[in-house]
T-cell receptor, first 117, second 115 residues
Framework: GAGVSQSPRYKVAKRGQDVALRCDPI?????LFWYQQALGQGPEFLTY????????KSGLPSDRFFAERPEGSVSTLKIQRTQQEDSAVYLC???????????????FGSGTRLTVV | AQSVTQLDSHVSVSEGTPVLLRCNYS??????LFWYVQHPNKGLQLLLK??????LVKGINGFEAEFKKSETSFHLTKPSAHMSDAAEYFC?????????????FGAGTRLAVHP
């Protein structure tokens, strides 16, 4: 597609419920990132994929968070047993580049706003 | 460790007056620095980036930023604000890790533009 697509745009979950957030990157983009943006704060890194390989998951807050990208395109971020502190906007970004010094930029999706009640 | 500090959480200007959004960075080596803008319910959009070429970087929509190593600053400026510039702005430094760039965001500055 023309941009990075994220769904759903809004999600309200009851505490303890499992949720799945989807990211559809730009076709052919090798790199995919997930970021978490709490209210009034800047985005914080969660995890990074290069094709289907999850090379860095150091930003995932707990073992309730799990991300996958099985075929190197669409990615899903799953949160189990949601807590109120998980309420945030979850942003996905993709890039054609894969190297540290790649000049290719990042394209961000509009995000999924998760509210845990 | 890399980090950025945006010195103002809110900035308010009148339309047609200059804009200054301040950012200081911390990095153990020569960083790559970016400014992103976020309009409500829209994705983050890259305004400009510094990658060790010219210290004065020009971006989209008339914005520019100057990299000053001696002051560890990367302030964003625009000579004349438009109403459409009202948004959240993020200063970003990259951290090279395992062969890819991890973006480290500041807390953001909300720019309000008044008629």
């Amino acid at each position: 597609g023309a941009g990075v697509s994220q769904s759903p745009r809004y999600k309200v979950a009851k505490r303890g419920q499992d949720v799945a957030l989807r990211c559809d990157p730009i076709s052919g983009h090798v790199s995919l990132f997930w970021y978490q943006q709490a209210l009034g704060q800047g985005p914080e890194f969660l995890t990074y994929f290069q094709n289907e390989a999850q090379l860095d998951k150091s930003g995932l807050p707990s073992d309730r968070f799990f991300a996958e990208r099985p075929e190197g395109s669409v990615s899903t971020l799953k949160i189990q047993r949601t807590q109120q502190e998980d309420s945030a906007v979850y942003l996905c970004a993709s890039s054609r580049g894969q190297g540290a010094y790649s000049d290719y930029g990042y394209t961000f999706g509009s995000g999924t706003r998760l509210t845990v009640v | 460790a890399q980090s950025v500090t945006q010195l103002d959480s809110h900035v308010s200007v009148s339309e047609g007056t200059p804009v200054l959004l301040r950012c200081n960075y911390s990095s153990s080596y020569s960083p790559s620095l970016f400014w992103y803008v976020q309009h409500p319910n829209k994705g983050l959009q890259l305004l400009l980036k510094y990658t060790s070429a010219a210290t004065l970087v020009k971006g989209i929509n008339g914005f520019e930023a100057e990299f000053k190593k001696s002051e560890t600053s990367f302030h964003l400026t625009k000579p004349s604000a438009h109403m459409s510039d009202a948004a959240e702005y993020f200063c970003v430094v990259t951290r090279v890790r395992g062969g890819y760039n991890k973006l480290i965001f500041g807390a953001g500055t909300r720019l309000a533009v008044h008629p």
